[in-house]
């Protein structure tokens, strides 16, 4: 019965024009967490939960006796999931839209339109339900994919443009550092680089590092941000230490390997939301860079020994 239900959701799967890469085991087990139906229910009684990855895990071992490594987390996640929210077939966060992309309370829940669908499948109004939901099919993921680009997070890129960073609190950060730090601190500089959890989105000039003499393969290696002040030729290195770590001894070490070979000097920045999150990571704070809290944007720390040493004017 349960590789029979497997196969069904397969099929529901093929009808409703899944490539062939989402026509598996996996998929179809992930379909089935979606509706919570183990095998002996009928599809009549699909329902809605609210579900993460991990859940989607046990349910498929706990109901249909599939046992997935915990390292599986990341197929079902790029590789059935994300298929599923880009056709529309799934709502991604649908309880709180703007939690990070990389958050571990993450949830996806099928679409009411494709609950109704599947619930009538195997009865006589199957074939003409089905011709009516990929009748307006192309509408309804383009409605939901507009739903998902209204909660990320507008940048404005220096000297014109805009991009969209996946909606959390990393991101929020990024774009005061660029748009408010950077205007305080390096107008007029170019954005070479930002960072972005949600993988498909962020900036990359690639050319425009090279020209400046660095070459990487990986983007995980760069800081969150990167900065080319061309007038004071500067190359500015920002951390979003919002729930990640700031430039520490560690970090800044990577940094000055990674950016060895850039032709500009090198400013290297740890970026907080507020003083109350830097002085958590004060201790960790490597001597020689810079820190920028975005509640006080108009100042910066500088740990730099005595380089600044002097009255004030």
């Given at each position: 019965?349960?590789?029979?239900?497997?196969?069904?959701?397969?099929?529901?799967?093929r009808?409703?024009?899944?490539?062939?890469?989402?026509?598996?085991?996996?998929?179809?087990?992930?379909?089935?967490?979606?509706?919570?139906?183990?095998?002996?229910?009928?599809?009549?009684?699909?329902?809605?939960?609210?579900?993460?990855?991990?859940?989607?895990?046990?349910?498929?071992?706990?109901?249909?006796?599939?046992?997935?490594?915990?390292?599986?987390?990341?197929?079902?996640?790029?590789?059935?999931?994300?298929?599923?929210v880009?056709?529309?077939?799934?709502?991604?966060?649908p309880?709180?839209?703007?939690?990070?992309?990389?958050?571990?309370?993450?949830?996806?829940?099928?679409?009411?339109?494709?609950?109704?669908?599947?619930?009538?499948?195997?009865?006589?109004?199957?074939?003409?339900?089905?011709?009516?939901?990929?009748?307006?099919?192309?509408?309804?993921?383009?409605?939901?994919?507009?739903?998902?680009?209204?909660?990320?997070?507008?940048?404005?890129?220096?000297?014109?443009?805009?991009?969209?960073l996946s909606?959390?609190?990393?991101?929020?950060?990024?774009k005061?550092?660029?748009?408010?730090?950077?205007?305080?601190?390096?107008?007029?500089?170019?954005l070479?680089?930002?960072?972005?959890?949600?993988?498909?989105n962020?900036?990359?000039?690639?050319?425009?590092?090279?020209?400046?003499?660095?070459?990487?393969?990986?983007?995980?290696?760069?800081?969150?941000?990167?900065?080319?002040?061309?007038?004071?030729?500067?190359?500015?290195?920002?951390?979003?230490a919002?729930?990640?770590?700031?430039?520490d001894?560690?970090?800044?070490?990577?940094?000055a390997?990674?950016?060895?070979?850039?032709?500009?000097?090198?400013?290297?920045?740890s970026?907080?939301?507020?003083?109350?999150t830097?002085?958590?990571?004060?201790?960790?704070?490597?001597?020689?860079?810079?820190?920028?809290?975005?509640?006080?944007?108009?100042?910066?720390?500088?740990?730099?020994?005595?380089?600044?040493?002097?009255?004030?004017?």
């Open positions: 019965m349960s590789q029979q239900r497997i196969d069904e959701a397969t099929e529901i799967l009808a409703l024009d899944f490539p062939r890469a989402q026509l598996n085991d996996r998929s179809a087990l992930c379909l089935l967490a979606l509706l919570d139906l183990p095998p002996q229910a009928p599809w009549r009684d699909a329902a809605a939960p609210l579900i993460g990855i991990t859940p989607i895990m046990e349910f498929a071992r706990t109901h249909y006796d599939r046992a997935y490594a915990p390292n599986s987390r990341e197929t079902f996640r790029r590789f059935s999931m994300h298929q599923f880009d056709g529309g077939l799934a709502l991604y966060n309880d709180k839209p703007d939690r990070p992309v990389n958050s571990p309370k993450a949830v996806y829940q099928i679409v009411p339109e494709a609950l109704d669908l599947i619930r009538s499948y195997g009865t006589p109004r199957w074939a003409e339900a089905l011709a009516d939901y990929m009748g307006q099919r192309q509408s309804l993921a383009a409605k939901y994919a507009m739903a998902r680009e209204l909660e990320q997070v507008p940048v404005v890129i220096p000297g014109g443009g805009e991009l969209l909606p959390g609190e990393h991101s929020e950060l990024i005061q550092i660029i748009e408010v730090f950077g205007g305080h601190f390096a107008p007029g500089s170019e070479i680089y930002a960072g972005d959890t949600g993988a498909k962020g900036h990359f000039d690639v050319e425009g590092l090279k020209a400046l003499g660095v070459e990487v393969d990986k983007h995980g290696k760069l800081p969150d941000v990167v900065l080319y002040d061309r007038g004071r030729d500067w190359l500015i290195l920002a951390e979003a919002s729930s990640h770590g700031p430039v001894g560690k970090r800044h070490a990577e940094l390997h990674l950016f060895r070979d850039a032709t500009p000097g090198l400013v290297y920045v970026a907080f939301p507020d003083r109350a830097m002085r958590k990571y004060l201790a960790d704070i490597a001597w020689e860079t810079e820190v920028w809290v975005a509640d006080a944007p108009t100042h910066m720390m500088h740990f730099n020994g005595v380089r600044f040493l002097g009255p004030y004017q």
